[in-house]
């Protein structure tokens, strides 16, 4: 096998629509199978798709007629009291049927035992999208998925049944222009920032650290589409000497982050979710960006700048300091200030501000933002998250996403922090390719399209028991 076909290979055992789809109730041959196209699809499109029959196999096993379902729910699971009470809601998002062949219909072309029948779906325009969470406390789940039943007479001749889970994403007409505007617009940024006063110990003058995030001034953030950010941490010492400086070798405190990784930047995801008369709140990382392990991170450049440290004398810093040139170090003093300071023979105070800056980009491939009944989700980009917006519990389930950005410095208690809520998107209006391709990321795979765990995917997951009872 070639190396290419070898490659190709390894994606299609992993999420084919083929590989996901199973014989159910039966060890014996399958006697049909669905074939449907590698797609995400948008709500308000249409599901197209094939089942291909072996009439040899449909008249050993005695199936009658053939029926095709497509249905999608919203389903919660919350465990109590050590696992042994389990609250269970469900909420159905779709369900339709159709009868795709009788016995006595349709013939396989002459010299063939297959028949090739196809069919049509339109989804509502409203669904949430897929999604999957669960925890040893709890599981919520979004799920879609097309089932074949083959009908079988008698009592103990249980039915034929062929199961494919699909991906479904709500239409975003506001991200999809996003995207396409991307390629040709230089969008405005709009910039976070958080400022506090450190100090290295319990005593002593205090130090002042800003931090700042920078993103496109974008009511939305678009899945599968680049998102540039900056993070730029400025650090201004406690008033001091300059010779105070140089006695000693360690780094001028607060240091600024030596590389881009010494700070965590990452999606948190905070999840609402009710199972009958049961609620609850969980959140989990979802992505990281800067940060973190390494096998966790997006392999993605990041730009570093780290300008000459400033020195910029007490009296300057109330009278424009932005005026003096970064990297620049002023042997003048401030005026009279500082010649009073040599006319007693003491050298002039002044502090050291340190810069640094990382810029790069990211990629959403979660869930977007969405809301049922008994689910909730809603996107934030979080950098603090002990100054989260408190959320109205609704009677229902829902999602937040959070940008977190948090750098450290030396130091008990000296961890800045910020959080910015914000709204994630499907980008698309059309149903899209599993696999997507684009220059930012030209060896994307489905797993990368859309981010869901592997038991989304499993057919076998007791959670598929109560479709398969119908």
């Given at each position: 096998?070639?190396?290419?076909?070898?490659?190709?290979s390894?994606?299609?055992?992993?999420?084919?629509?083929?590989?996901?789809?199973?014989?159910?109730?039966?060890?014996?041959?399958?006697?049909?199978?669905?074939?449907?196209?590698?797609?995400?699809?948008?709500?308000?499109?249409?599901?197209?798709?094939?089942?291909?029959?072996?009439?040899?196999?449909?008249?050993?096993?005695?199936?009658?007629?053939?029926?095709v379902r497509?249905?999608?729910?919203?389903?919660?699971?919350?465990?109590r009291n050590?696992?042994?009470?389990?609250h269970?809601?469900?909420?159905?998002?779709?369900?339709?049927?159709?009868?795709?062949?009788?016995?006595?219909?349709?013939?396989?072309?002459?010299?063939?035992?297959?028949?090739?029948?196809?069919?049509?779906?339109?989804?509502?325009?409203?669904?949430?999208?897929t999604?999957?969470?669960d925890t040893?406390?709890?599981?919520?789940?979004?799920?879609?998925?097309?089932?074949?039943?083959?009908?079988?007479?008698?009592?103990?001749?249980?039915?034929?049944?062929?199961?494919?889970?699909?991906?479904?994403?709500?239409?975003?007409?506001?991200?999809?222009?996003?995207?396409?505007?991307?390629?040709?617009?230089?969008?405005?940024?709009?910039?976070?920032?958080r400022?506090?006063?450190?100090?290295?110990?319990?005593?002593?003058?205090y130090?002042k650290?800003?931090v700042?995030?920078s993103?496109?001034?974008?009511?939305?953030?678009?899945?599968?589409?680049?998102?540039?950010?900056?993070?730029?941490?400025?650090?201004?010492?406690?008033?001091?000497?300059r010779?105070?400086?140089?006695?000693?070798?360690?780094?001028?405190?607060?240091?600024?982050p030596?590389?881009?990784?010494?700070?965590?930047?990452?999606?948190?995801?905070?999840l609402?979710?009710?199972?009958?008369?049961?609620?609850?709140?969980?959140?989990?990382?979802?992505a990281?960006?800067l940060?973190?392990?390494?096998?966790?991170?997006?392999?993605?450049?990041?730009?570093?700048?780290?300008?000459?440290?400033?020195?910029?004398p007490?009296?300057?810093?109330?009278?424009?300091?932005?005026?003096?040139r970064?990297?620049?170090?002023?042997?003048?003093?401030?005026?009279?200030?500082?010649?009073?300071?040599?006319?007693?023979?003491?050298?002039?105070?002044?502090?050291?501000?340190?810069r640094?800056?990382?810029?790069?980009?990211?990629?959403?491939?979660?869930?977007?933002?969405?809301?049922?009944?008994?689910?909730?989700?809603?996107?934030?980009?979080?950098?603090?998250?002990?100054?989260c917006?408190?959320?109205?519990?609704l009677r229902?389930?829902?999602?937040q996403?959070?940008?977190?950005?948090?750098?450290?410095?030396?130091?008990?208690?000296?961890?800045?922090?910020?959080?910015?809520p914000?709204?994630?998107?499907?980008?698309?209006v059309?149903?899209?390719?599993?696999?997507?391709?684009?220059?930012?990321?030209?060896?994307a795979?489905h797993?990368?399209?859309?981010?869901?765990?592997?038991?989304?995917?499993?057919?076998?997951?007791?959670?598929?028991?109560?479709?398969?009872?119908?």
């Open positions: 096998m070639k190396a290419s076909e070898a490659s190709s390894a994606v299609l055992r992993v999420h084919p629509s083929t590989m996901f789809s199973r014989l159910v109730s039966s060890s014996s041959p399958s006697p049909f199978v669905i074939h449907t196209p590698p797609l995400v699809y948008s709500a308000g499109s249409t599901v197209d798709g094939e089942v291909e029959m072996d009439f040899r196999q449909l008249r050993e096993q005695s199936v009658e007629e053939i029926r497509l249905y999608g729910s919203s389903e919660t699971y919350i465990y050590n696992l042994r009470t389990v269970r809601e469900e909420i159905r998002l779709v369900d339709e049927n159709l009868s795709l062949w009788r016995r006595g219909g349709a013939y396989p072309p002459a010299g063939s035992d297959t028949l090739r029948v196809p069919f049509s779906f339109t989804l509502p325009d409203t669904l949430p999208p999604f999957r969470h040893p406390e709890e599981s919520a789940a979004v799920r879609y998925a097309l089932s074949a039943v083959g009908v079988r007479k008698g009592v103990l001749n249980f039915n034929k049944k062929y199961y494919i889970p699909i991906a479904v994403l709500p239409k975003d007409e506001i991200g999809a222009k996003i995207r396409e505007d991307a390629e040709r617009e230089v969008r405005r940024w709009k910039t976070h920032e400022e506090e006063r450190i100090r290295k110990g319990l005593w002593g003058e130090a650290v800003k700042e995030l993103l496109p001034d974008i009511p939305v953030l678009p899945l599968f589409s680049a998102i540039p950010y900056t993070v730029r941490v400025e650090t201004t010492t406690p008033p001091q000497t010779a105070k400086v140089g006695e000693s070798s360690r780094p001028i405190f607060p240091p600024v030596p590389s881009p990784h010494e700070i965590d930047f990452r999606l948190l995801r905070r609402h979710m009710r199972a009958e008369i049961q609620g609850s709140i969980s959140t989990a990382d979802i990281t960006f940060g973190g392990k390494e096998k966790e991170r997006e392999r993605v450049p990041v730009d570093c700048e780290f300008p000459q440290k400033e020195w910029v007490v009296g300057m810093q109330q009278h424009g300091r932005e005026k003096q970064p990297g620049a170090e002023s042997a003048s003093g401030s005026g009279s200030r500082s010649h009073s300071a040599n006319e007693k023979g003491e050298e002039a105070k002044g502090v050291w501000i340190q640094a800056s990382f810029h790069s980009v990211f990629t959403l491939r979660c869930p977007p933002t969405f809301g049922v009944q008994n689910i909730q989700c809603e996107v934030r980009l979080a950098s603090h998250p002990h100054i917006e408190r959320v109205v519990w229902s389930r829902f999602i996403y959070i940008l977190a950005l948090t750098v450290r410095f030396p130091g008990i208690g000296n961890n800045i922090r910020l959080e910015l914000v709204k994630v998107t499907s980008g698309i059309t149903s899209v390719p599993r696999q997507l391709s684009n220059e930012a990321e030209p060896s795979s797993a990368k399209a859309l981010d869901l765990p592997p038991t989304y995917w499993d057919v076998n997951d007791d959670d598929w028991g109560e479709e398969k009872k119908q």
